[in-house]
């Protein structure tokens, strides 16, 4: 069986709900259209357009390259994603070594970061690290809603918990086992695998 690649989305969405990495890769011609992914192509546009305008001073740094779009990959995780904004901090005087990188993650939402948005900046971080090399100390969360930043240490215990949760989700598909439902009913409200779930009322 060739090894599948996750998407930092498939991390995210098996935080939302465990089963739809299993609708996704066990049986992917279910899946349903939604209008939501290109709505969030939009504003990501607009957002980047703003971006090339602002100036450095809301993520706190005086200099830096900003880079849109970045795709990254990890070979040990077997994870791909593509990041909406990198930041470039070179300390002066210093070699690659001293380059470090801070992912930009925007969001169509005023909430703070939940366990979720935390996990994907981490995987980021993890990515951007063995893409590029250099190191990633934190990543930031950037509010489409109220153009305010949060900023996330990435620490080793978040990074682990990413590992965790791919090698999970690996064993869901390679096992075709279907997780159970989410202990709260609040995420099967919107779903578009609803109709799927016989057990979820």
Not at 151 to 170: G, S
Request: with cysteine.
């Amino acid at each position: 069986m060739e090894r599948v690649v996750f998407t930092v989305t498939d991390l995210k969405q098996y935080a939302y709900c465990p089963r739809i990495v299993f609708y996704t890769y066990c049986l992917p011609l279910v899946r349903p259209t939604t209008g939501k992914m290109e709505e969030g192509r939009l504003a990501h546009e607009e957002a980047r357009d703003r971006e090339r305008r602002r100036t450095l001073r809301i993520y706190g740094l005086e200099e830096a390259r900003r880079h849109f779009d970045v795709p990254v990959a990890s070979e040990e995780l077997g994870l791909s994603g593509r990041i909406d904004l990198v930041l470039e901090v070179v300390a002066e005087g210093r070699t690659s070594g001293g380059r470090e990188w801070i992912p930009v993650d925007y969001k169509q939402t005023g909430r703070r970061a939940g366990p979720h948005w935390r996990r994907q900046l981490a995987a980021y971080g993890i990515m951007l690290e063995e893409t590029l090399g250099g190191v990633v100390r934190r990543g930031i969360i950037y509010s489409l809603l109220s153009r305010r930043v949060e900023e996330i240490p990435l620490t080793p215990t978040l990074r682990r918990e990413v590992r965790e949760t791919v090698a999970t989700m690996r064993e869901i598909v390679e096992r075709e086992r279907m997780p159970d439902p989410p202990t709260s009913r609040k995420p099967c409200v919107n779903c578009e695998f609803r109709r799927f779930c016989n057990d979820v009322v």
